[in-house]
């Protein structure tokens, strides 16, 4: 293996006058054999005009490999292009004899080019193969067995791609179809699942690949809980609308998405009700450099509005998505205005003038403090921003005449347990007594939904982090279960049901099933070839702890406070019909929240979300940090 690797390492010029020498070789040695084997005897050798015959073919021959490539092809990405080039050079060669025997006048019997040209594709062509397969096998040791899942059209491709590769070796196929049962494709067995874990085994496979980019995602979630389990990392290729228009490769291959272990096919937007409040209108976006803020920017975009207007707090993160808004425009030709506009949703003058100058015709609040802790530990500036930021906004819009207003809510704003779910429940409260009025024009409407995945604050990004470092993976309860949709899909919703707003309406988007914390942890754990260490498994690699629940955290979440649930024009839009307040009450209440907020009255605060009709009920005491330290001193 030494010396191979020695001859691997040798200059090419080098490498490529040992071809030369050695094809020589096999040229003389074929036509030596043609004639032994056709007359069973060499008494013809000292005859001057065979040797001239000779001479000629092999003189033809190297030129003739030469001038078709033979030698600038690379050994170990060798591939039947060079078996043909091997065989068209080969057919030059025979000829070569009858016509040199010819114009010689030798007595070359009309065999021996056959026979010749047999022997010296043989020996040519079978040289090389020999030389490819040890080159590959000495390599072998630095790569990955794997498995591709998918023996279709992509799993070919990436087959074909991953035979020259330095880090994978394609070991097999995994796949379905009943008519390649005990088939062989490119060399490779096509395996069944019931086939996978032996294979695994004998083989030591490291990874399976998934090669089904077109599969929806409820059945890439009944392959992978099929594959969860095995002893081997899960890895997808990228998306086939990504791999034609050239913006991934075939071999690019990345963690499995958790939209797929979620199983949620997504419902395709229905276009009248994407556009209804956005086609060529003015549009400004709160919180337009947040998580589900800036996916609101880029599906607003698409539907072509006359302008957007970013208003963030953030100065990173207006600029980040004024950037990312601007190469869209340029790259999809869109003739839209995008105004970045530095600003707090607590300040209405800055609210006002901006609506008023804009002339903002569609209003989607997305700026809030979400995160549950950190809003239970900066209790007065989480009720500012959801709370007065949400009324204040509301309240420009009036001023501003703004035809429709849509709130981003939460479901943690049902029965909540928090400060910031009762937040958000206040300021739903807001609008729905604003649209009580009758003295304005302004629809307002609020869409309520779960977890996003890939959101600030997103446990999964947390989990894939500690899986990479080894563990352990922290979750805060074994029993706790969350609802989870893609950034994209909420996205789409959102500007759906703000469609069909009337006024005052909750909207709830179907979130599908609940999804348990711990379970997700396992699967990602599994996904990436390890196991989870337990009491069953005490051997195994990464370690799930449990940390409890956090401040005003809850096991579960609703989406509704009742049961009064309609259905709406949309399969995953439901409409919810709960209690709100008078505006002339809800002045009145905000008015003491308020004061006490500027006081930093905090057991006041509590007790005013606790009498407002929020079906507040807080699991943990008042946690505010300054607070706390004020108690202690």
Avoid at 30 to 52: E, T
Avoid at 295 to 319: A, M
Avoid at 359 to 372: F, S
């Amino acid at each position: 293996m030494f010396k191979l690797k020695t001859i691997w390492d040798l200059p090419r010029v080098t490498k490529r006058t040992i071809s030369v020498v050695i094809d020589s070789i096999f040229i003389i040695t074929a036509y030596y054999a043609a004639h032994w084997a056709r007359l069973g005897d060499l008494m013809w050798l000292p005859k001057y005009d065979n040797h001239n015959v000779l001479l000629g073919t092999l003189v033809i021959t190297i030129f003739a490999f030469t001038k078709l490539g033979l030698y600038r092809a690379v050994l170990r990405y060798l591939t039947f292009h060079a078996l043909y080039v091997v065989s068209l050079g080969t057919l030059i060669s025979t000829f070569s004899i009858g016509l040199l025997a010819y114009y010689f006048n030798s007595d070359v019997p009309r065999s021996v080019p056959v026979i010749y040209g047999a022997f010296l594709a043989l020996s040519c062509g079978g040289s090389r193969l020999i030389i490819r397969v040890l080159v590959s096998q000495s390599f072998d040791k630095n790569r990955k067995n794997v498995l591709i899942y998918g023996a279709g059209s992509a799993g070919r491709q990436l087959a074909l791609a991953l035979r020259t590769s330095e880090t994978h070796k394609v070991v097999g196929f995994i796949d379905q179809d009943k008519t390649l049962d005990n088939t062989i494709l490119m060399g490779l067995k096509v395996l069944k699942t019931a086939q996978i874990e032996k294979h695994i085994d004998r083989h030591n496979v490291k990874q399976i690949l998934l090669a089904i980019p077109s599969a929806s995602r409820s059945r890439r979630k009944q392959i992978i809980d099929e594959l969860v389990n095995l002893p081997a990392e899960v890895l997808t290729i990228p998306d086939m609308g990504d791999i034609v228009s050239g913006k991934a490769k075939i071999d690019e291959l990345k963690d499995v998405a958790i939209e797929d272990l979620l199983g949620r096919d997504p419902v395709a937007p229905q276009q009248s009700l994407m556009e209804a409040n956005i086609k060529d209108k003015i549009v400004m976006v709160t919180g337009a450099g947040g998580s589900i803020g800036s996916e609101l920017c880029r599906q607003i975009l698409k539907q072509r509005p006359k302008s957007i207007i970013l208003f963030e707090l953030s100065e990173f993160g207006l600029y980040q998505i004024d950037r990312e808004l601007q190469l869209l425009c340029k790259e999809n030709d869109l003739n839209v205005e995008i105004i970045p506009l530095l600003g707090s949703v607590q300040r209405i003058n800055r609210l006002s003038v901006v609506m008023r100058t804009f002339n903002i015709q569609t209003v989607y609040h997305a700026a809030a403090y979400k995160h549950v802790p950190l809003v239970e530990y900066n209790t007065v500036e989480g009720v500012r921003n959801n709370v007065f930021g949400t009324y204040n906004t509301a309240k420009a819009a009036i001023e501003a005449k703004v035809e429709s207003f849509v709130l981003i809510s939460t479901d943690k704003a049902v029965r909540p347990t928090n400060t910031m779910g009762a937040s958000k429940r206040m300021a739903e409260l807001s609008l729905q007594a604003l649209a009580a009025e009758s003295s304005h024009n302004t629809r307002f409407c609020m869409v309520r939904f779960g977890n996003v995945l890939g959101s600030s604050g997103s446990v999964i990004p947390l989990f894939k982090k500690q899986i990479a470092a080894g563990g352990p993976v922290t979750v805060t309860h074994p029993d706790i279960i969350r609802y989870f949709m893609t950034i994209p899909e909420a996205a789409q919703l959102v500007i759906q049901a703000g469609s069909m707003g009337k006024g005052g309406d909750v909207f709830v988007l179907d979130m599908g099933e609940p999804v348990r914390i711990a379970d997700l942890a396992e699967n990602l754990i599994n996904l990436s070839g390890l196991e989870v260490k337990n009491a069953e498994n005490p051997l195994g690699d990464i370690e799930i702890n449990y940390s409890g629940l956090r401040p005003g955290e809850k096991l579960y979440e609703e989406l509704l406070i009742g049961d009064n649930v309609g259905k709406t024009a949309h399969e995953r839009i439901m409409t919810a019909n709960e209690d709100y307040l008078a505006l002339t009450e809800y002045d009145a209440l905000a008015k003491i929240l308020d004061k006490a907020c500027h006081d930093f009255d905090h057991q006041s605060i509590r007790q005013i979300l606790l009498d407002a009709p929020t079906q507040f009920n807080p699991t943990d005491g008042i946690e505010d940090l300054v607070w706390k330290s004020k108690q202690i001193i």
